[in-house]
Each structure stands twice: as structure tokens, then as C-alpha cells.
């Protein structure tokens, strides 16, 4: 790691670097071959939980090395991402000797990201300063309990204690927690450390295809999350990505992103290739990027003014 003392050392781009890169991601998407945007990098497959929608967990990866680590946000960066999301398994697991997330996170920085997120289940305490935290809710407190090994208290502990001004709710709506959209947004509004609420539906990975939800009845909460939206309740999708989420048209693969478990590499995501998954892809994320390629740039920026608020 010595080696790459510099890197670790460089500032954060200013605004008329990124100025420049937007300028360059545009040029990308008249010539039809947009830059993956946003990065995804998974420094561990170890996770605390036993989440009954989870596919990818505790599978023997272990931890990547740091130095791995730093060689993979290099090549993202590099291959054009600036967005960046830093996921598990749990995140928080991750060690390299004394080296913690906070390492990761302040890494990611240095390498250039313009905004970098940690997706995590909150049962540890919200430390390590990303620019952002997206935390696992998944409905009140027996849908989460069951969803996800009976977390629920020790999560919103950690939220109410976390100095951090930028965290959201990440909700992934299956058989089991889809009544609870309504309730949990009011939760989210009664919560002061929390800015809002992501809707996501439930994507129909191998061994957990049960939990997934009827076309029509994704199309009728994403309505619904509208409704809500619409009466102030703080849903951070946009309409425009609610709308598509509900048509399920947005286009897919997605080349505009690009993830990684510091191995491999993957274009738009691990399931490429898997056309059920591919069909039913419930991700949020994925269907407000897909915007850009409608060039709707209202929900766009819309998406990035509240990701980049502290």
C-alpha cells in the first residue's frame, strides 16, 4: 500500500472537475455508450444476519484484502464511475488487520468519487463518514424482525444515536412486509435522523424467488408510495422513478453501472444474463438511473441534490 500513498492522499474533485466529467458522461450517451455512472464494490461476503431475502451471504469469500480493495476502486474509477456504494454482505464485518470501513471509506474518497454511500443493516453503529448511509427497514417491527433475524431495535438504536445527517431508509417490499408501506413511512417521517424512505421491491434471486410479488402488485404500492410522496411523506424515489417501477419499463441491462466483489467485474449487475431476474429487477436505484438514458434530467437532478445534501 505504500505505493499508492499519493492516491490516498488526493483531494476530493472540485466543480469544475466534475463539470468536466458531466460533460464527458453526456458526450458518452449521444454516442450511445454511456459511462457506468455509478460503482458498486462488495469488500466482504460476511454478515451477522441470516435475512430471509438474502442470497449472497456468508459463502466463504471472507474479506477482501485492503490493498484488493484499493486496486478495485482505482479500476472503477478509471472505467468512469463516480458514484459509489460500498456493500456487503455487512459491511461493517470487514477487516484487514487494524484497517476498518473508515479505511474504505476515506479510500473511496481518495480516489476521486464525487459521492460515496454505505449500504448496511445497521445492527453495528453508523460510524466510518460516507457521504451517505442506506439502511436496511423493512417494515415495522415484525415484518423487519422476520425478515431480517430480529434486528429491528438494535437498527433503530443505532439510527437515533448516529451524529450522521444524511441517512436513509432502504425498504425492499416482498410477501411478507408489502402491507406495511404506509406505516413505515410514517415511521421514517417520526424519525428525526432520518431523511426519508427508498422503496425497492423484491428481486427474484435463486432460492428466494418465493418472496417476490406479483407484477400487479408491485405496480399498485408503487402507486401507493405516490399517493404518499404526493400528501408529503418523505419517499426519496422520484415520480418519475416510482412511474417506472410501477410500468416495469425501464431499459435493462444497465450499462450505466458497474459492481464488483473486487474479483470480478459486472455490468449493470452479478444476474446479467438471468432473464427472469433481469424481467423482475425491483431495484430503485437502477430504475432512477435508467432516466438518464429518457434524459429526463429534472428527476435526475432531483436524485442527486438529495444525495449530495449533508
Same mark, same amino acid.
Given at each position: 500500500m505504500a505505493a499508492r500513498g499519493a492516491t490516498l492522499n488526493r483531494r476530493r474533485p472540485g466543480a469544475l472537475r466534475r463539470a468536466g466529467y458531466y460533460a464527458r458522461f453526456a458526450a458518452s450517451l449521444v454516442r450511445g455508450k454511456p459511462l457506468p455512472v455509478v460503482g458498486g464494490i462488495s469488500v466482504t461476503d460476511v454478515c451477522n444476519l441470516d435475512c430471509a431475502h438474502c442470497w449472497r451471504k456468508n459463502q466463504g469469500i471472507g474479506h477482501a484484502p485492503l490493498e484488493r480493495v484499493q486496486q478495485s476502486l482505482e479500476k472503477l474509477h478509471a472505467m468512469g464511475a463516480r458514484y459509489l456504494y460500498i456493500q456487503g454482505g455487512e459491511p461493517f464485518t470487514w477487516r484487514d488487520g487494524e484497517h476498518t470501513l473508515g479505511d474504505v471509506v476515506r479510500a473511496a474518497r481518495a480516489v476521486g468519487f464525487f459521492h460515496v454511500a454505505v449500504c448496511t443493516n445497521g445492527t453495528f453503529p453508523l460510524a466510518a463518514d460516507p457521504d451517505s448511509f442506506s439502511v436496511s427497514l423493512e417494515g415495522l417491527p415484525a415484518s423487519h424482525d422476520l425478515i431480517r433475524s430480529g434486528s429491528f431495535e438494535a437498527v433503530m438504536a443505532n439510527i437515533r $444515536? /448516529?451524529?450522521?445527517?444524511?441517512?436513509?431508509?432502504?425498504?425492499?417490499?416482498? *410477501?411478507?412486509?408489502?402491507?406495511?408501506?404506509? $406505516?413505515?413511512?410514517?415511521?421514517?417521517?417520526?424519525?428525526?435522523?432520518?431523511?426519508?424512505?427508498?422503496?425497492?421491491?423484491?428481486?427474484?434471486?435463486?432460492?428466494?424467488?418465493?418472496?417476490?410479488? /406479483?407484477?400487479?402488485?408491485? +405496480?399498485?404500492?408503487? !402507486?401507493?408510495?405516490?399517493?404518499?410522496? =404526493?400528501?408529503?411523506?418523505?419517499?426519496?424515489? $422520484?415520480? +418519475?422513478?416510482? =412511474?417506472?417501477?410501477? =410500468?416495469? %419499463?425501464?431499459?435493462?441491462?444497465?450499462?450505466? /453501472?458497474?459492481?464488483? %466483489?473486487?474479483? $470480478?467485474?459486472?455490468?449493470?449487475?452479478?444476474? *446479467?444474463?438471468?432473464?427472469?431476474?433481469?424481467?423482475?429487477?425491483?431495484? +430503485?436505484?437502477?430504475?432512477? #438511473?435508467?432516466?438518464? #438514458?429518457?434524459?429526463? +434530467?429534472?428527476?435526475?437532478? %432531483?436524485?442527486?441534490?438529495? #444525495? !449530495?445534501?449533508r
Open positions: $444515536t /448516529s451524529p450522521h445527517r444524511n441517512i436513509f431508509a432502504n425498504a425492499t417490499f416482498n *410477501r411478507e412486509n408489502a402491507g406495511d408501506l404506509a $406505516t413505515l413511512t410514517g415511521l421514517v417521517a417520526s424519525c428525526d435522523h432520518l431523511r426519508g424512505l427508498v422503496v425497492n421491491f423484491h428481486i427474484p434471486y435463486p432460492g428466494v424467488e418465493h418472496l417476490a410479488l /406479483s407484477m400487479p402488485r408491485r +405496480a399498485a404500492l408503487a !402507486h401507493e408510495a405516490i399517493r404518499l410522496k =404526493r400528501r408529503g411523506y418523505p419517499i426519496l424515489n $422520484t415520480y +418519475a422513478g416510482l =412511474r417506472a417501477l410501477a =410500468r416495469n %419499463d425501464w431499459r435493462r441491462p444497465l450499462d450505466l /453501472s458497474v459492481v464488483t %466483489d473486487c474479483d $470480478t467485474y459486472y455490468s449493470c449487475c452479478r444476474a *446479467r444474463g438471468n432473464e427472469r431476474i433481469c424481467r423482475e429487477c425491483g431495484y +430503485a436505484g437502477w430504475a432512477e #438511473l435508467a432516466l438518464v #438514458l429518457r434524459w429526463n +434530467a429534472a428527476s435526475v437532478f %432531483d436524485m442527486l441534490r438529495k #444525495l !449530495h445534501r
